[in-house]
């Protein structure tokens, strides 16, 4: 539920939600947003366009405590199908799609992730770093290139999942617009 002082999302003309996104209200989403379609957003989480918009593509899960933050002039942009867990910090220029991005993890300013790609908890991509796709970051310095198969057919699930659950406990942004990622 949102606090007694109100719903604490952005009602920025430059936001744009499509209407099968997810969006709770507990949500914190300012200046130049697009969320795509199927994407769900958890409450507590930040996504925020500093200088450059953000572009969020179709079926992602952005969970509680997600910061993502546009600093640079250029977009920021998300991909499609990918998992972004509690606590992660996304500054990256891109994301690809596919992703799993654990818990705390951390894409720093600048860095492109491929598609396919899974970065540990508590991981960090360095400032303009490039993961190749399907690249496993975890730890220190472990590193491998793996295929990621079962993914997506998780990922649905997960999506379908809290789409239908969502809205029972928590109010929702309503989306209207048909956004072009």
């Not at 969006?23 to 697009?34: R, T, Y």
């Not at 220029?93 to 894409?107: D, P, Q, S």
């Not at 809290?162 to 617009?177: D, I, M, N, V």
Request: hydrophobic share 40%; charged share 20%; glycine share 10%.
């Amino acid at each position: 539920m949102a606090s007694s002082a109100g719903p604490i999302l952005s009602r920025d003309s430059r936001l744009s939600i499509a209407s099968s996104a997810v969006v709770c209200i507990e949500a914190q989403v300012s200046g130049e947003v697009i969320i795509g379609e199927g994407t769900v957003v958890h409450p507590k989480a930040k996504i925020s366009a500093v200088s450059g918009p953000v572009r969020i593509g179709k079926n992602n899960i952005i969970e509680e405590l997600v910061l993502i933050e546009n600093k640079d002039s250029d977009a920021l942009v998300i991909g499609d199908n990918n998992l972004i867990e509690v606590g992660s910090h996304i500054a990256a220029a891109t994301v690809g799609n596919g992703n799993v991005i654990e818990t705390k993890a951390r894409l720093l300013k600048g860095c492109r992730v491929g598609s396919g790609c899974t970065v540990g908890m508590t991981c960090v991509v360095s400032p303009g770093e490039v993961l190749a796709d399907n690249t496993a970051l975890w730890g220190d310095t472990g590193r491998a290139v793996r295929p990621n198969e079962n993914h997506l057919a998780v990922h649905i699930k997960h999506i379908e999942l809290l789409q239908q659950t969502l809205p029972r406990f928590h109010r929702l942004e309503k989306g209207s617009a048909q956004p072009t990622v």
